[in-house]
């Protein structure tokens, strides 16, 4: 289940659940959320807010599959974020 939220700046926001692939376990992924802008310099600025007390799963930095830059942490309360730009075609 998923649900998305577009911005007057222009981000979008998705909030989802654990992927049908992994176990759910409530006390190690209750929720994703998913931050994705067209502006590496925004995402960088919320990269940087969230970062501090969070634990880093996978750096801020360019991702294999073509996204300019991707990242995900988990914060201080359990959730885990997803920030993202995907690359202009």
Do not use: C
Not at 18 to 37: E, F, H, M, N, Q
Not at 66 to 86: E, H, I, N, R, S
Request: charged fraction near 20%.
């Amino acid at each position: 289940m998923w649900g998305q939220v577009k911005s007057s700046e222009g981000f979008h926001v998705i909030a989802y659940d654990v992927p049908a692939a992994l176990p759910y376990d409530p006390g190690d992924k209750p929720v994703y959320i998913s931050v994705r802008t067209e502006s590496p310099d925004e995402i960088t600025r919320y990269w940087n807010g969230l970062e501090a007390g969070s634990s880093v799963l996978v750096d801020l930095g360019p991702a294999p599959w073509g996204a300019l830059l991707y990242g995900m942490l988990k914060d201080k309360f359990g959730v885990t974020w997803v920030l993202d730009v995907q690359a202009s075609w």
